[in-house]
């Protein structure tokens, strides 16, 4: 494989992706920590949030891991003990997996699957069966019911989210991430290419939905029932202490950021930005920089929403999935098909 | 109406009583799923302290809760028997320690009956001003806190920010935020420091912004109202038989406010053009809505007392040494949580020989368990929310 | 001060509730024991001990006092370890030894027994409350549960259980409410010894502080130093 023109061994190639992989998960989650979850919700909650460690409370991030780390690591006496430990990681490796098939480049890729979109959504399930061990194996009753409502929301909205995606899909004409960014950047609209057609302008519904259902998925406010710190007393993770709760919260906010490039990828154009060719070498080295800005934009909708709304009841929210974004999605799939073939 | 009528009053409410029971006992039948007993509390975020409710659940839904009292009882009934009658105003400043001030006045106001004292017109007007400080400190922050029981994270923010300028000039007066122990039998410690009346003034300003603030952020939320609108519904008799007072039974249309009705010599209400609010739904949502109005009105309360507040001395002539005649006296107030009283039996002692507190959310949660049954539970926590008790006021 | 209370306090006879007495005495007739109208103020109410349900079910449904405020008991005997703070007499050092106990007086509408019965209930429309009062003899200490008419009587009769020792008939859940389940006693009798007064007495008045206006420093025999 060639990177920049440099000619690169296998293992020099693993690597890199590997490295790459930390890289485009938890650059992400540290600025959407600190940045939204730190001073914009101050900034919404009218104070001033972390100030004391390194400028402006930059360094707080630093010092809240450092915290987790010296913490015991708590296990229930009456916990499975084996299922307990590995929750958060399979919570987290669903993130990993999940970034794999995101491009940030021409050339800069994971992995370059023709089958990108359907990877993605079958993997972003992967987390469901981290919080049910983690709900279970708890043996404490409000990590349970958390547990079994997460499980429960995240199957309802998983249907949302993939037939949000199928709009996507048939206008581009293919599964593959690459070719979606690729078919938006060689868009037109009535003709005009000048700022290709990012499927947004054409999908917004589309778009509506997947915000919506990937906000459930990500159980954010408003939909945030299988922590909800008031009643469940934060759900699946009440027994998590130290470095394992640290990574259920590593996994909160990567999902998000990898979430997010899996919208900006199918809705936004993904790494590509209009007015230089998509075939250029310049992408290679841009394309992460403009993944990271989209990224922001859509996580910037997640946490504003998340600060500002109260949480939905499990009814009610089965209710908006079953009753209102399903068909909607379903009339998005019928439009966009007719359309298609139409035009 | 007959003793029978007591579990309902209306043909709806029956009604829906009845399906509610018919719908427990469906699932039971259907899914046959086994109970599961869900402790909340002592220590849970939803219960302002250390209020538990045994929960049984069949799946999500509450079969039966049961509130488990007294892990804050301090017996202040007792204690208020070896204390002298100006040093019971420490004790009872502690029951409900967010409105710390309004307990104070019906305690005095009831010794002052007893003694035949009146505190002079100042003293009173002040006093009424506190009162109603003391009701908008609390009240905001009730509010604020039902936005963190729903999930929402930012209104509790702006109430703490905007509760301060009201706890501020309350401290600038007392000299305590949170305990001022000011009120004395036949007027007060101090008079007001200078400059206070504007910058209160201001401090209301504040608090009526912060009504609009929240009115859009959280109330003209569409599922604020969703999580409020039809729940945990009090109907006005069954309310009034467990003494359920103050907002949460305004909240279900009855227009019965001791600031108005029934008001005891030494405040000032009568003397200010104001509004009782009432809300004829008697959901969880009506009792907010009453509440944030209340924060309102209270504020135009303030504004109005301040402007019109007489001169003159703050003290009447009491002795030093306080010996209240003999007598029973009960005096009631409007409190931030409801109707708050005290019924003090002097033997023209030093101290009262005994003292029986009445406080508001002592009966205003003993709808608990009635009010419960059925609801899944995120609405425990709703309705919890949405009756606002303070522990110390349930426990004494 | 209002002028409505001004008036209502000069009023020598209260006929308004001169009239709610006679309804009440209308319906219970020999149930009642005693009353007392303290004009503009309020109304006590003795009843028997047999009619005490009976008195509520007037008062909701007939009287249409809908509005149950609070139920709890009075003990009348003065407490046997003296009035705890009114002279350095009282103050035993050694401990808790009971004294002879002084004669018991009863407060408004009078008394007969140790134990009385204090409840009281609103009329929300009128704003008017009315106080009740039962006397319990000393060998039964029990009386039938308001909760079939008043439901908010529940956790107050439970109080007054654990903290009186009354039994209340009929009640569904005659639990300790705030105390924990094996305490022994019945705190708030007036013989239940309080014991953070025995192990540290009263110091006397030292408190008192001076009145606003009042510069003249020390007052008149308060033991102040």
Known sequence: MTVLSIELAYWQQTTLRVLGGAVAVLLPAGTLVYIYLFKLMSFVQSRLGPMEAGPAGSLQLVAEVGKAFQKEDIFPRKADRIVFAAAPFVVLMSTFLLVLVVPFGPDAWFVDLDTGVFFALAVSSVSVIGILMAGWASANKYSLLGGLRAAGQLIAYELPLVLAVMGVVIQAGTLNMQDIVLAQAEGEIFGWGGIGNPFILTQFLGFAIFLVAMQAELTQPPFDMPVAESELVSGYMTEYSGIRFLLFFIGEFATAGVFSMVAATLFLGGWWVPGIDPDSNLFNVIGPIVMFAKVMLVTLLIFWFRFTYPRFREDQLQRLAWKVLIPLSLLNIVITGVLKVAF | MTASDTTAVSDAEKLRYISQQAADARVNVEIETEGMTLNIGPQHPATHGTLRIITKLDGEQVVAAEPVLGYMHRGYEKLAEVRTYPQVTTLVNRIDWVGSFANETPFILAAEKLMEVEAPPRAQYIRTVLHEMSRIANVILGIGDMGVQVGAVTPIFFAFRDREYVLNQIEAVTGGRFHPNFDRIGGLKDDLPAGWIQNTKNAMVKVREFCDQIEELMYGNEIFQARTRGIGIIPKDIGLAHGVSGVNIRGSGVDWDVRRDGLPSGLVYDQVDWKVWTHPDGDSYSRMWVRLQEVREGSKIVDQLLDNIPSGPIMAKVPRIIKVPPGEAYVETENPLGVMGYYVISKGDLHPYRVRIRSASFNNISIAPWLLKGVFVPDIITILGSLYFILGDIDR | ?225
Do not use: C
């Not at chain 3, 306090?9 to 005495?25: I, P, S």
């Not at chain 3, 405020?69 to 808790?96: C, H, K």
């Not at chain 3, 929300?124 to 006397?135: I, M, S």
């Open chain 3, 1 to 225: 001060m209002s002028d409505v209370v001004e008036t209502e306090d000069a009023v020598e006879v209260d006929e308004v509730r001169e009239a709610q007495l006679e309804a009440l005495g209308s319906e219970l007739g020999d149930a009642i024991v005693e009353t007392f109208v303290k004009p503009g103020d309020d109304i006590w109410v003795r009843v028997s001990r047999e009619a005490w349900v009976e008195a509520a079910t007037v008062l909701r449904h007939e009287l249409g006092f809908g509005f149950f405020n609070f139920l709890s008991a009075i003990d009348w005997m003065p407490s046997p370890y003296g009035r705890d703070m009114d002279s350095q007499v009282d103050v035993t050092l050694e401990g808790a030894e009971p004294k002879e106990p002084e004669p018991m007086e009863w407060g408004y509408a009078g008394g007969a027994t140790r134990f009385q019965m204090l409840a009281r209930v609103n009329d929300v429309t009128t704003a008017r409350g009315v106080t009740l009062k039962a006397d319990l003899p000393d060998d039964d200490l029990s009386i039938r549960t308001w909760i079939p008419v008043y439901a908010g009587a529940n956790w107050h009769e439970r109080e007054a259980s654990e903290m009186f020792g009354i039994d209340f008939v009929g009640h569904p859940n005659l639990r300790k409410l705030y105390l924990p389940g094996a305490f022994e006693g019945y705190p708030m009798r007036k013989d239940f010894a309080l014991l953070s007064r025995r192990i540290k007495p009263w110091p006397g008045i030292v408190d008192v502080e001076p009145m606003p206006g009042d510069d003249d420093g020390d007052g008149n025999g308060d033991g102040n130093t």
